[in-house]
Every structure is written in structure tokens, then in C-alpha cells.
Nanobody, 121 residues
């Protein structure tokens, strides 16, 4: 399974961006998909996750109400719609996929290369 993230860029405080992550290769084992982020000098942080059906989602508290995760299984793609962006959201955003059906703390076995989001104040 290969994951390709895209959609990052420079945005002003309060702006919006939509990230995409397309899976390719042998995608049939994938169930839960998630987004993580890593800011300079900081550890990687969980952002959001979504079940295969899209019914179950999970978010880190700092993005609840601002970010929305969704997926299109026909396109093997997961999205992260980010609104009301803040400078502290600046990070490299990475997508990940798991064979586990758990949305909370699954074992993510497949990782994308990341896309940079920069929020200016």
C-alpha cells in the first residue's frame, strides 16, 4: 500500500485548506485511515481518524469543531478539511492506514510522505 498526501500550502490565520491522501497498490486490507502532524522540534501528533464506513471518527481535542475527516472509498482517498486555521496548526501532515477496524489507537502500518501546512499570523 502506498499513500500519497497532497493539498498543503501557505494559508493565513483563519483560513482553510483541504488535504487529500490517495492510497494505491493493494488497498483492500485497509480499514481505518488517519491523519497525523509533526511540527518542527515536536513529536508526531494524532489529528483525526475515520473508519472504513465513515461512520466512526476520532479527533484530537485541539482540532474538534475546526477539522473534518472524510473518505471516498471508490477513490481510495481520505480527506482532511481544515478551517479556522491557527499558527499552531503549522506542521507536516501525514496520512496513515491500518488494517485494524479500530478507530481509536489502531496499529498504523502504512504511512505517506507528508504535506506541509504553514499558517501565517
Amino acid at each position: 500500500v502506498q499513500l500519497q498526501a497532497s493539498g498543503g500550502g501557505l494559508v493565513q490565520f483563519g483560513g482553510s485548506l483541504r488535504l487529500s491522501c490517495e492510497a494505491s497498490g493493494r488497498t483492500f486490507p485497509i480499514n481505518t485511515m488517519g491523519w497525523f502532524r509533526q511540527a518542527p522540534g515536536k513529536e508526531r501528533e494524532f489529528v483525526a481518524a475515520i473508519s472504513r464506513s465513515g461512520v466512526s471518527t476520532s479527533y484530537v481535542d485541539s482540532v474538534k469543531g475546526r477539522f473534518t475527516i472524510s473518505r471516498d472509498n471508490a477513490k481510495n482517498t481520505v480527506y482532511l478539511q481544515m478551517t479556522s486555521l491557527k499558527p499552531e496548526d503549522t506542521a507536516v501532515y501525514l496520512c496513515a492506514a491500518a488494517r485494524s477496524v479500530r478507530v481509536s489507537t489502531p496499529l498504523y502500518e502504512f504511512w505517506g510522505q507528508g504535506t506541509l501546512v504553514t499558517v501565517s499570523s
